[in-house]
């Protein structure tokens, strides 16, 4: 079964600064897919970055980045100068080819002017 | 990227009737298209897999005399919400891609009464 753990319910970041979202998952695949999504209060879910888990670089977005570590099951987002426009629930997502997506329970971040 | 529409974007209704939402994918084909519930501050919780020309299957919990859906083309599925109960109010997202992501549509407010 495949499992996505974000342990964090809520955080704020001070606008300008850097903040890091935490997700772990469980999988016996060995192809899959790993997403981060924000959901502002319109609730479209927009894709902030994609990494595939056959590459080893992380995957990187502008001011978005991720720390994949493969080993540990660990895919955490790193959200440089932080802006307004950044506040938003976050959801990290596992998806294996061509199935599903499994989604984590969510991230409440808010950008504190 | 590629598009996915839903309609409508909101819908109020009397309890005991039926609803229908329709999930389009604007500029692609799917031959599987899946349904997500939201309900508030929670995650998408999967409800159902849409594949063309065959019958849905549904996760462990749906109800799929409640909750009909048809995939009629490679680009549109329904969810039909059969006499809709106050309980059935939600957010309703659908997807649709390809093998290594999917596109979300905007979602489907559903208020019953």
């Known amino acids: 079964a495949q499992t996505v753990t974000q342990s964090q319910p809520e955080m704020s970041v001070q606008e300008a600064e850097t903040v890091t979202l935490s997700c772990t998952y469980d999988t016996s695949e060995s192809n899959y897919y790993l997403f981060w999504y924000k959901q502002p209060p319109s609730r479209q879910m927009i894709l902030v970055i994609r990494q595939e888990a056959y590459k080893q670089q992380n995957a990187t977005e502008n001011r978005f980045s991720v720390n994949f570590q493969k080993a540990a099951k660990s895919f955490s987002l790193k959200i440089s100068d932080s802006q307004l426009g950044d506040t938003a629930m976050y959801f990290c997502?596992?998806?294996?080819?061509?199935?599903?997506?499994?989604f984590g329970t969510g991230t409440s971040l808010t950008v504190i002017p | 990227g590629a598009v996915v529409s839903q309609h409508p974007s909101r819908v109020i209704c009397k309890s005991g009737t039926s609803v229908k939402i329709e999930c389009r994918s604007l500029?692609?084909?799917?031959?599987?298209m899946f349904w997500y519930r939201q309900f508030p501050k929670q995650s998408l919780m999967l409800m159902a897999t849409s594949n063309e020309g065959s019958k849905a299957t549904y996760e462990q919990g749906v109800e799929k005399d409640k909750f009909l859906i048809n995939h009629a083309s490679l680009t549109l599925s329904t969810l039909t919400v059969t006499s809709a109960h106050p309980e059935d109010s939600s957010f309703y997202i659908c997807?649709?891609?390809?093998?290594?992501?999917?596109?979300f549509g905007p979602g489907t407010r559903l208020l019953v009464l």
């Open positions: 997807s649709a891609g390809g093998p290594e992501t999917q596109y």
């Open positions: 500029d692609f084909q799917a031959t599987t």
């Open positions: 997502a596992f998806m294996v080819t061509g199935n599903q997506f499994y």
